[in-house]
């Protein structure tokens, strides 16, 4: 199966790395967005991202020390599980743990996360995202093993949460009657969600009115708000940025305990529209591709 077709066959069922953000635990990922990449059509392949790469890359390493580590043994195990009650439940594991009815899920992390493994700590978006794995293997108990910032390993052990795992089970159960339904969930403030509701409406009925609930009077009132605080905080972000500068100068790099700061150069080119259109304005002419959207507004009556 190639890849292409490993992702279609994703979007038949909910597998442990989408329970996160259905259940709104994850940072950074909705379940709006889940809900697009249930139900819309995949027909390229796209570029992984660098932390999705090297998470692949650095699999093995993981799962390597985590049986250098504690003794045991694992092995790959290539299925594709299906829950036997809620065939729309599904587990592709990292490994199996020889001699235990045991999973093990391999993850590399970020330096600046490290605080959120700290003691007995698990990131919640991976703790159910085990427990989704024992629900549809049938597992008695997971291990996750985790590589943070290249330098740092970790492992940990995850029992069986019944009360936990019915909670999953229930909210996937509702999330896919969306995706069978073709009903989205409700509009949330990602990019996926702004660019399908865009796409959506693209064509503005011109002189249309809509008489909107009385209830967008408080969230009208809500959204100048916030968007006053927007331009304080981006103020105060400038204002650390500019300070930053200054302060490095000319230097492209700097270093505070904790943190790595880089300004460097960066060398770009782009078609000076003005002088073409001057000099070769028929070329110009030609090259112009009309484009259609929305702009949002928003005014007080005076």
């Known amino acids: 199966?190639?890849?292409?077709?490993?992702?279609?066959?994703?979007?038949?069922?909910?597998?442990?790395?989408?329970?996160?953000?259905?259940?709104?635990?994850?940072?950074?990922?909705?379940?709006?967005?889940?809900?697009?990449?249930?139900?819309?059509?995949?027909?390229?392949?796209?570029?992984?991202?660098?932390?999705?790469?090297?998470?692949?890359?650095?699999?093995?390493?993981?799962?390597?020390?985590?049986?250098?580590?504690?003794?045991?043994?694992?092995?790959?195990?290539?299925?594709?599980?299906?829950?036997?009650?809620?065939?729309?439940?599904?587990?592709?594991?990292?490994?199996?743990v020889v001699g235990e009815s045991a999973v093990l899920e391999c993850k590399t992390a970020n330096q600046f996360l490290a605080k959120e493994w700290k003691d007995e700590e698990i990131p919640a978006s991976y703790l159910v995202q085990v427990q989704h794995y024992l629900?549809?293997?049938?597992?008695?108990?997971?291990?996750?093993?985790?590589?943070?910032?290249?330098?740092?390993?970790?492992?940990?052990?995850?029992e069986r949460d019944e009360e936990l795992i019915r909670m999953i089970i229930n909210t996937e159960k509702e999330f896919w009657k969306l995706v069978e339904n073709k009903k989205p969930p409700a509009l949330d403030g990602s990019s996926a969600a702004e660019k399908w509701v865009n796409e959506k409406f693209k064509i503005a009925n011109e002189g249309e009115i809509v008489e909107l609930d009385s209830s967008y009077k408080n969230k009208l009132h809500e959204y100048f708000e916030l968007k006053k605080r927007e331009k304080e905080f981006k103020e105060e972000i400038n204002q650390l940025e500019n300070q930053l500068k200054n302060d490095m100068g000319n230097a492209e790099l700097a270093h505070v305990p904790g943190f790595d700061i880089s300004w460097k150069q960066i060398k770009s080119s782009r078609v000076d529209s003005k002088k073409l259109k001057a000099e070769f304005k028929d070329t110009y002419d030609k090259c112009l591709k009309e484009s259609l959207s929305r702009r949002l507004s928003i005014k007080e009556e005076k």
Do not use: C
Request: glycine content about 10%; aromatic content about 12%.
């Open 135 to 158: 629900e549809v293997t049938g597992a008695e108990k997971g291990y996750i093993a985790v590589l943070i910032g290249g330098q740092k390993f970790i492992w940990k052990e995850v």
């Open 1 to 96: 199966m190639n890849k292409l077709n490993w992702l279609q066959e994703r979007q038949k069922g909910i597998g442990g790395s989408d329970v996160g953000a259905i259940l709104g635990i994850n940072k950074w990922k909705t379940p709006f967005e889940v809900y697009l990449e249930k139900t819309e059509p995949i027909t390229e392949v796209k570029e992984q991202s660098e932390a999705a790469y090297w998470g692949d890359q650095f699999e093995e390493v993981v799962a390597k020390e985590f049986e250098r580590r504690t003794g045991k043994k694992v092995r790959r195990d290539r299925r594709h599980f299906k829950h036997k009650k809620y065939p729309f439940m599904v587990a592709n594991i990292d490994r199996r």
